[in-house]
């Protein structure tokens, strides 16, 4: 791929908040020029490092809605959509339980963010429920949030997480292509990265937002995340490939291309 054809990428980190080694991962990535945006987990999110992301200009910040700590009325164990899904289907979570839920999260991360809020997305991606994907958009709408994360998946390999996120609610779908579900963990390469630029290259994507997840490793016993040691790993591969996503993309935050 050459100059004349980059696209316009927004490379989004989710978790922000989740541990402090995990935002100052994410403030370093912003400081290369590899983040562009960010999703807030506003529970543990410290008020030093909600500063600091105020202080940034240029960087899109949304809500990253998440129903998996102990800070909130849900149980940590509520931490996948077929968990959430379950719940629903047995009449022991109502809709607008979880509606109170995202008025208390959004409302902390206005009081701590003073910069207006981008988009919404949810973390474990609980919003492939076509429920839960209904209930943001419509919150997003009222509280003029301009973006909510129910795009389609683009990439070059298949694979469970990408059809239900592609099936799911499609009436409510954005047109901005995504991708980076299919990119985590042993798949977070320099070879499936290069691969999955020449894939946006070969379909003629102009403009995408990239899902990522950096961060230093939380040595916290307190701390439990299934992706710990990934983070760090995410981190390196992308400062190694700096110049040659430089070279495929103009890295820009979400505001910049959704809608345009």
Known sequence: MNTLSKIDLCINADDYGFSTPISDGILEMMKQGLVSSTSVMVQNADDARMKLLS??????????????????????????????????YFKKLKLSTLEKELEAQYNQLKRTYSRPITHIDTH????????????????????????????REISPDGGIKKWLFNNSASSLKNELPVFGLNIMGENFTSEKLKKQFQFLHANNVTKALWIVHPGYETTSVDFADSYNKQRVNEMQVLSELKDFIYLNARIVPLTKIYGS
């Open 124 to 151: 474990q991606h609980i919003h492939i429920i076509p429920k839960v994907a209904g209930l943001l958009n419509e919150f997003a709408k009222q509280h003029n949030i301009p973006y909510v994360r129910l795009g």
């Open 55 to 88: 202080e940034k200009e240029n960087i899109s910040v949304g809500l990253h809605f998440n129903l998996a700590s102990t800070k909130n009325n849900f149980t940590p164990f509520l931490n996948s959509p077929f968990k959430i899904a379950q719940q629903f």
